[in-house]
């Protein structure tokens, strides 16, 4: 071999020497990287982490909350609002009665047939309307003018003759804002949310702006109830099945109410209610423990919130916040250990992964996980991932989801162990267990009712917590529209003498 020939095979040797030392060195760095990758799921999973002793923190925390707030104004994280609805409907209500729902953007009309008999619900109709935009920030006499012109229309297409005739006709109103409630049918507005800003209604009696509005329009129908949505629920629960004691509604966000017995409401020493107890509304998506798992991201998220160091539980259990705390892990992960590639902007947007996608991102059950990537690629811009990240993307969304459902479980027992309904007899009080009842908790929301990984988890969290011979007596019991017919039912309750009392 000649000189020539000699060097031009000494240098390709180096060459290809250089080139594998190269390749060799990226696999080093590429699984050092990768390492550090599942080093921060693991840290993730640890501070996440929601062992049963750890819930039953959670379970105590939540009872001695409550009756913190039963006690005095102020005195909790927990509003503990009082509802004054004694009487939850029973089954033998007849009649007609009508609903409003108001919480959103559209609000609802419903007419509600009562039959007599316990589930039996012969019929309801429902018409939804939009608001127009500008009505969210005009006067009260305008909104609640254009409610009840819709409102108007819905009963004259029902060709309900009565209605302009002597007989007047009852109405209940789901109203889901903050409102200082001051009988069954009247409350007072703390504040506007959502979109909503109509400044002359702050301080008004909700109520009364409404039947100011219908009596103009000479409409005979009287606000019978005025409640919140998750009261419906238990209205509804309780309508169906009377040992329903407490409602939850865990969806895009999530709250909780229960029946209690008056003369544990200190802090309203002398209240006397026909059946011996009330309906309080919790208000829990506040509630905040040192035992909940808090993380960084669960920090930041309410950092940057517009209500940080408030609304604590809900941040970590609902719909509208899980989403976006798996978008800021991978978002973390994607800056610091490059587990995507290049960070895309969309990645950055708040909020952009709905609880929605992430579920469906968790439920992918393809051998490829391609909705994972589907979704990536779509929603968050980021092509070609590969199998091992999206099955860490797949992972992140386990854990967050899995923690949310045992916090929202751990809640409901803290309910029932408040009201002993948990087998220790309350949290005073020493009852055995063979004195355990049945007890039905009536539940709604799209976390729950449509996001089956959560439900698993959740359902898996109540028996883990309680125990076998215990959580057989408690049923989560899946309720539908309880913000639509709820109101009509607590209305028929409050209108009608009472058969049964609150248990």
């Known amino acids: 071999m000649g000189k020539v020939g000699l060097g031009l095979a000494v240098g390709c040797a180096v060459a290809t020497c250089a080139i594998a030392a190269v390749m060799v060195a990226r696999r080093v760095r590429s699984r050092r990287r990768w390492g550090r990758v599942v080093r921060e799921l693991k840290e993730l999973e640890e501070v996440c982490s929601t062992s049963v002793g750890r819930l039953r923190q959670v379970v105590d925390a939540m009872a001695v909350e409550m009756h913190a707030g039963l006690a005095s104004e102020g005195g909790s994280k927990l509003k503990m609002l009082l509802t004054f609805v004694d009487n939850l409907p029973n089954g033998s209500e007849e009649g007609t009665y009508y609903a409003l729902d108001l919480g959103a953007t559209n609000f609802r009309v419903l007419r509600v047939q009562l039959g007599g008999k316990r589930s039996t ?162 208000e829990w998506g506040n509630f905040w423990s040192s035992h909940l798992p808090r993380t960084s991201y669960d920090i930041d998220l309410d950092e940057d919130s517009p209500n940080p160091n408030d609304q604590g539980f809900e941040k970590m259990i609902s719909g509208m916040y899980l989403g976006e705390i798996v978008r800021r892990v991978i978002l973390k992960m994607s800056q610091e250990l490059d587990i995507v590639g290049p960070v895309s902007s969309k990645l950055s947007v708040p909020f952009i992964l709905r609880t929605r996608l992430m579920a469906a991102m968790h439920e992918d059950d393809t051998p490829d996980l391609s909705e994972v990537a589907r979704l990536l690629k779509d929603i968050l811009e ?122």
């Open 382 to 503: 980021i092509p070609d991932v590969p199998l091992k990240v999206r099955k860490l993307i797949v992972k992140v969304c386990d854990v967050v989801t899995r923690r949310a459902a045992r916090l929202a479980a751990a809640g409901i027992v803290g309910i029932l162990k408040k009201i002993g309904r948990d087998g220790s007899g309350g949290i005073t009080s020493g009852r055995s267990h063979s004195k355990m009842r049945r007890t039905v908790v009536a539940i709604e929301g799209s976390l729950y009712t449509r996001y089956s990984m959560f439900r698993e988890y959740l359902n898996e969290a109540i028996t883990e917590i309680l125990g076998e011979d215990i959580s057989q007596h408690v049923i989560l019991k899946v309720t539908e529209d309880g913000s639509g017919i709820g109101p009509a039912l607590v209305a028929a309750a409050h209108s009608a003498p009472v058969v049964d009392s609150v248990q």
């Open 121 to 282: 619900v012969i019929e309801h109709d429902v018409d939804r309307h939009p608001i127009p935009q500008y009505l969210m920030t005009s006067r009260s006499e305008e909104l609640f003018d254009f409610i009840v012109s819709s409102l108007l229309q819905y009963i004259e297409r029902g060709e309900d003759s009565e209605l302009s005739s002597s007989k007047r006709r009852e109405i209940g109103f789901t109203f889901s804002f903050p409102v200082k409630q001051t009988s069954v049918s009247s409350g007072i507005l703390i504040k506007w949310t959502k979109e909503f800003a109509i400044e002359d209604m702050v301080g008004r009696d909700v109520s009364e702006c409404l039947q100011e509005a219908m009596s103009k329009r000479g409409l005979n129908v009287r606000v019978a109830a005025l409640i919140n949505d998750t009261v419906g629920t238990l209205a509804l629960g309780h309508y169906h099945d009377e040992d329903t004691v407490a409602a939850v509604i865990i969806g895009k966000g999530t709250n909780a109410c229960y029946l209690e017995q008056t003369d544990a409401i200190i802090k309203c020493q002398g209240l006397l209610t026909n059946s011996g107890g009330m309906v309080v509304n919790m």
